[in-house]
């Protein structure tokens, strides 16, 4: 239990209640569908970039990647090399012709939806499938945010791992559940900048009390030389190119994450995602920069100031606040965890409750279902949702970054090479993407289960190559698309 706590915890409960009252705020200003799930295409340049990254990163930007800097040193570079890149890419490829094909598409809310009008497919196998393995993977993807939330609560106030993970879970639900896709944009502004300032701040003050850079590089080359390079790992063996490839890999899992996704069709012109693009990717890096600075630097601060060693490298930001600050200032960067886990989770909650309620609900059990009746079943589906993914994260041994990496290789692998050929490919049709997102995702479930020799390369490589080779070997044994949805791909295409 961190020291001084009732400070923290006043600094706790004054962030959740403006989160919370963002979340009524936006509840007043939710009338439809369209509204609970995309904010009626009306955001700017600022939340939709920060919202994106925000909601991206979640509690493995402050806990997951500054552990493995922790215990990996530079190694870490190629992880957040790739993840840097690949933000760069999504926004540049998909942003804008995504928010403008959704619109031309049926005005589609939801990714299945989007494939399903893309591709006329009246049947809705593809909309149905898409949605099934969205819910599959972000229920990992969720547990991964409230298992930090478990270990936030846990080290600051001293719970017990179950009683934590379930406060954690109440704090994420209570606004997602109120004002859907405004709240959660609009607090992930909020919290994408507490999220930056913190792993700016933090590295920064942690150098300055323990020596400075060169006393980093000192210490470090002291204790483990082999931290201080990118081709080594930490025991000194050379990094393999499987190793280098699985590390820079997560890159390619942005054009397939339906909740970043969700940001770029909400976006309220064309002409805002240049300038969006140049905030996601400036706050992207500062961000990457700092969490590898906190781990590096946390390995200064344990050889320096701790006797023995940290047993949970993914607790290191929260083990530095607590030694370099008051406990009011530490309780507002501590709420950049919390910020980081519940900018993502309610993300993934509204996304899975949209796949609920608008591609099964809406397309299997009730088609006539009104505006107010999907949205109802859109947050039962929240609360429902969050407790399924809270039965996952029961364990307290579970690693943040490893539930993240199998849900985000999921999507990337099920929707990334999907989604770019629909948008870029006009000989693409209906069973060649029913054949991506299934070989995607199968290929992923199934990798993940072998090890050794080839099976060690991070699961997304072989599931975005077999899914893009299904795609187009599909596509051409099928037979060209009908006419109409060749022709409004051409529509699409003046659009931009």
Request: with cysteine.
């Amino acid at each position: 239990m961190i020291e001084n706590s009732g400070a923290i915890i006043g600094t706790f409960l004054v962030y959740l209640a403006v989160m919370l009252g963002i979340g009524i705020y936006a509840y007043k200003r939710t009338a439809s569908s369209a509204d609970y799930f995309l904010g009626g295409r009306s955001l700017g340049p600022w939340p939709a970039a920060l919202s994106a990254g925000a909601s991206d990163m979640s509690g493995w930007l402050l806990l997951g990647l500054p552990g493995y800097a922790f215990a990996s040193g530079m190694e870490a570079l190629w992880l957040a090399a790739g993840l840097l890149m690949g933000t760069w890419l999504n926004w540049l490829l998909v942003a804008k012709r995504l928010r403008t094909y959704s619109i031309v598409a049926s005005d589609s809310l939801t990714l299945p939806e989007f494939f399903a009008n893309r591709f006329k497919d009246n049947s809705k196998a593809l909309q149905v499938i898409s949605a099934f393995f969205i819910l599959l993977f972000f229920l990992f993807y969720t547990s991964s945010g409230l298992v930090a939330g478990g270990k936030l609560f846990e080290t600051v106030f001293g719970l017990d791992y179950t009683t934590a993970l379930v406060i954690g879970t109440f704090c994420v639900v209570s606004y997602t559940l109120f004002g859907g896709f405004l709240a959660v944009s609009w607090t992930d502004l909020v919290q994408g900048l507490l999220m930056a300032a913190a792993l700016v701040m933090v590295p920064v003050i942690a150098l300055q009390s323990n020596g400075g850079m060169g006393e980093l590089f000192t210490t470090l080359e002291a204790k483990n030389p082999e931290l201080l390079t990118v081709w080594n790992d930490a025991k000194g063996e050379p990094l393999s190119w499987i190793a280098i490839v699985s590390l820079m890999a997560w890159g390619l899992g942005y054009f397939g994450q339906p909740h970043i996704l969700a940001r770029f069709k909400g976006i309220r012109s064309n002409e805002d995602v240049p300038t969006a693009r140049r905030i996601a990717v400036i706050w992207t890096a500062l961000s990457m920069v700092g969490a590898l600075l906190v781990g590096l630097v946390g390995i200064l601060y344990v050889d320096n100031q701790m006797a023995g060693d940290l047993a949970d490298g993914e607790k290191i930001f929260m083990v530095l606040v607590n030694a370099m600050f008051s406990p009011v200032v530490a309780g507002i960067l501590l709420a950049a965890i919390l910020a980081a886990i519940m900018s993502t989770a309610d993300s993934q909650l509204l996304v899975s409750s949209s796949a609920l309620a608008e591609d099964f609900y809406k397309q299997i059990i009730r088609k006539d279902a009104s505006q107010s009746e999907v949205v109802m079943v859109g947050r039962v589906a929240v609360v429902g949702l969050s407790l399924v993914a809270m039965m996952l994260a029961l364990n307290p041994e579970s690693s943040v970054l490893g539930l993240v990496s199998y849900a985000w290789a999921g999507f990337g692998a099920a929707f990334g090479p999907a989604l770019l050929l629909a948008l870029y490919w006009k000989g693409m049709n209906r069973n060649g993407a029913l054949a991506g997102v299934i070989v995607g995702g199968v290929t992923v479930v199934a990798w993940k289960q072998i090890s050794g020799g080839i099976f060690d390369i991070y699961e997304i490589v072989p599931g975005i190559i077999f899914a893009t080779i299904a795609i187009i070997a599909v596509s051409k044994a099928t037979g060209e698309p009908e006419q109409s949805v060749q022709d409004e791909f051409d529509r699409y295409k003046s659009q931009l």
